[in-house]
T-cell receptor, first 111, second 113 residues
């Protein structure tokens, strides 16, 4: 089946550790996105990529990094520089502007 | 800057009641407008969209009309069901290359039988 796969679904991290969230899509979409969701704050854009080997910072990129070496993959690394990383992270892809297909999300908890 | 404002929730309704969730926007250009829905524990799904003024988007009994004069895109449904309980997000995107969706904060809808 075509879609977006995020892993892991749940992740626990100790303070000071980097963690990487995986996002894979087999929809042949050019654009991919990472959003962070916090209660009462909606979705905030972390990074997005319109094409392989290129990506742009969103509104809250500090403390995060990404790569886009393959069209299908857009991993997000949450670094130790991110002050408040506990959140629900959503990956999405799109072929046409605004019509996003989302994964089921990854919930990161810092212990 | 460009932004989306939604009515705060939660919205609590009985089954078969009429639903309205208000959404207004601020944009420098002429955006396309969207409603997304998030069911518990899941990612978001596109519910409906409108790309220009006076367009009406509709899906699964939900409707929203793009009103340029009031910069609004209110979501409506004539008769809600328990299965409509979810979080609803209004969003916009500018019709320019290289831009990304801007979301509102979401409105939680709870429907009881």
């Amino acid at each position: 089946d075509g879609g977006i796969t995020q892993s892991p679904k749940y992740l626990f991290r100790k303070e000071g550790q980097n963690v990487t969230l995986s996002c894979e899509q087999n929809l042949n979409h050019d654009a991919m996105y990472w959003y962070r969701q916090d209660p009462g704050q909606g979705l905030r854009l972390i990074y997005y990529s319109q094409i392989v080997n290129d990506f742009q910072k969103g509104d809250i990129a500090e403390g995060y990094s990404v790569s886009r070496e393959k069209k299908e993959s857009f991993p997000l690394t949450v670094t130790s520089a991110q002050k408040n990383p506990t959140a629900f992270y959503l990956c999405a892809s799109s072929m046409s502007a605004g019509e996003l297909f989302f994964g089921e999300g990854s919930r990161l908890t810092v212990l | 800057g460009d932004s989306v404002t939604q009515m705060e929730g939660p919205v609590t309704l009985s089954e078969e009641a009429f639903l309205t969730i208000n959404c207004t926007y601020t944009a420098t250009g002429y955006p396309s407008l969207f409603w997304y829905v998030q069911y518990p524990g899941e990612g978001l799904q596109l519910l409906l969209k409108a790309t220009k003024a006076d367009d009406k988007g509709s899906n699964k009994g939900f409707e929203a009309t793009y009103r340029k004069e009031t910069t609004s895109f209110h979501l409506e449904k004539g008769s809600v069901q328990v299965s409509d309980s979810a979080v609803y997000f209004c969003a916009l995107i500018l019709n320019q290359a290289g831009t990304a969706l801007i979301f509102g904060k979401g409105t939680t809808l709870s429907v009881s039988s």
